[in-house]
């Protein structure tokens, strides 16, 4: 194609969950709430571990980070899927385009990782306690994090520099809330379906590494348990349920996305929301419902804020 009849497209336009005015009003005030418990209660489980010396330990310094990651998660894409359902014109910058792009995939590969780094950490705890303190110690966590933000982040650029050098011409109408990869390079104006391919295997790629590393991690643990105390087995169980949990609903719909063949524009929504909302809504209810430390956290922080208070009007 002739470069000189390509015009530079400066936005892209989005066309969102639905078009009933009456659905995006409610849509409009669920997502604003659901969001809204999504920062308060990832910012509460932060607070929590940083302010109480109970809580000063590796699986809690990682925890505090992935709540850290979800909150960002659901902060890269929800806010302006709240604003859009008010607005007529569903409009978002080339730059906005594709610093969503940038961001979803720099925070989600982070937290593909970061799951996988959490999981190490029950493996040693549960497999070598004895050494547990030595091998998980304060500057091997930092490093264990900082190496989940760097492969999120090469992830990231991975996509980025094939992106942003893609020809747009015409269409500017993506069938989404936010600029999904797949969507976005269907406007270019080139046969897209090998990059397509191309893209969706560099996630496919960074999402089986994780997944398989996550299965030895835990069948590593799962066999330990086995052999055993009962107590020791209960204690273990409960502690590796929450993890797992979460591992299951990250990476079931991701494994689901790369093996069904076809794209299906409901289901493709329903995904984005589930990531972009439930999971970050989720990963925290999961991790304190049944977490007696985070619990206990919670009563001592609530005392704490209560007598300082009874004191300050004494």
Known sequence: MDKRNLS?????MLL???????????????????????VSGNIVIMILIITDSHLHSPMYFLLANL?????????VTTPKMITDFVRENKTISFGGCMCQILFVHFVGGGEMVLLVVMAYDRYVAICKPLHYSTIM????????????????????????VVIVQLPFCGPKEIDSFFCDIPLVIKL??????????????????????????????????????????????????????????????????????????????????FLAVFYSVIIP?????????????????????RSYYLHSKNHINA
Request: net charge positive; hydrophobic share 50%; proline share 2%.
């Open 8 to 12: 530079v497209v400066s936005e892209f």
């Open 16 to 38: 969102g969950l639905c078009q009933s005015w009456n659905k995006q009003v409610l849509l409009l005030l669920i997502f604003f709430m659901l969001y809204l418990i999504i």
């Open 67 to 75: 709540s850290f990651v979800d909150m960002w998660l659901s902060s």
């Open 137 to 160: 110690n304060l500057q091997k966590c930092i490093g264990l994090v900082a190496t989940s933000w760097t492969i999120g982040f090469v992830h990231a650029m991975s996509q980025m």
């Open 188 to 269: 270019a104006c080139i046969d897209s379906y090998n990059l397509g391919i191309l893209m969706n295997a560099d996630s496919g790629i960074l999402a089986m590494t994780c997944f398989v590393l996550l299965l030895i991690s835990y069948t590593y643990i799962l066999l330990t348990v086995r052999r055993s105390s009962k107590a020791g087995t209960s204690r273990a169980l409960s502690t590796c349920t929450a993890h797992i949990t979460v591992v299951l609903l990250f990476f079931g719909p991701c494994i689901f996305i790369y093996v069904w063949p076809l794209s299906i524009t409901w289901v493709d929504k």
């Open 281 to 301: 809504l989720l990963n925290p209810a999961i991790y304190t419902l049944r977490n007696k430390e985070i619990k206990n956290a919670l009563k001592r922080f």
